[in-house]
Nanobody, 127 residues
């Protein structure tokens, strides 16, 4: 069983919404430190949003007020609610988990490596 499995990607027009899900299992189901990343064709991977063990969230500047990261511990699932989507939000979205300490905090405005990665789910926003 894959430790992280994303779903929820698809094609949407600009201004629309999508909700991505990331099912955790095994080692990642107990991880309280998780993040979403994305990568557009021909571009570098970039952080999108993170959530730490206290439930504190951080966002890339370009998605603030539009995206919301959350985690349902009962369902062992990480979410990314994306509203007011723009064409530049298109790309492969990955969830990632870190076996973290209580002091872990990740700023998505910089790239980072994480302990576990999913296979990704594709988001395409047409203008």
């Amino acid at each position: 069983q894959e430790p992280l499995v994303e779903s929820g990607g698809g094609s949407v027009q600009a201004g629309g919404s999508l909700r991505l899900s990331c099912a955790t299992s095994g080692a990642t189901s107990s991880s309280n430190c998780m993040a979403w990343f994305r990568q557009a064709p021909g571009k570098e991977r970039e952080g999108v949003a993170s959530i730490d063990s206290n439930g504190s969230t951080r966002y890339r500047d370009s998605v603030k007020a539009r995206f919301t990261i959350s985690k349902d511990s009962d369902k062992d699932t990480l979410y990314l609610q994306m509203n007011s989507l723009k064409a530049e939000d298109s790309g492969m979205y990955y969830c990632a988990a870190e076996l973290c300490s209580a002091s872990w905090s990740y700023d998505p405005n910089i790239d980072a490596d994480m302990d576990y990665w999913g296979q990704g789910t594709l988001v395409s926003v047409s203008s």
